[in-house]
């Protein structure tokens, strides 16, 4: 294992919501994308049905916040200042992805944008816009 996927490992390890989500990341390069399998607990609207907005939102901030650990040594996790979410379309009880883009990493703010999809990358469920507060380690 690599450095980064050491991170990403710990990274997750801690959230207990991860485990709940069923949440699993890959790394390639310093691409990682984070996988959700569909199952029957993460159903907001049995009548659709269709996965539950939270899940979505809280699958895209554990996105952010581990796209923002594996790029650089930080010396605490990320703490969320504020999120943005745009529901694009009804999540389906099927396999979810999402991948992070991080805008901008300043000395104390990051800014972060995450797209998840489904079948297509090209159409997007929804997406996340947000600013997280981080601690860079000081390099000497």
Not at 87 to 116: D, W
């Amino acid at each position: 294992m690599t450095e980064e996927s050491d991170r990403l490992a710990a990274v997750l390890g801690r959230i207990p919501y991860v485990k709940f989500l069923g949440l699993r990341a890959e790394l390639a390069g310093d691409e990682m994308t984070v996988i959700m399998p569909a199952s029957p607990h993460l159903i907001g609207n049995p009548m659709l049905p269709a996965l539950h907005g939270g899940v979505l939102g809280a699958m895209m901030e554990v996105t952010a916040i581990a796209q923002l650990m594996v790029a650089q040594p930080l010396v605490s996790q990320p703490k969320t200042i504020d999120v943005s979410i745009e529901y694009l379309r009804s999540g389906r009880p099927l396999t979810t992805y999402a991948r992070a883009k991080l805008n901008k990493i300043g000395r104390r703010i990051a800014n972060v944008h995450v797209e998840a999809w489904q079948e297509q990358r090209g159409a997007p469920i929804a997406a996340l816009r947000g600013h997280f507060l981080v601690q860079p380690e000081v390099e000497e």
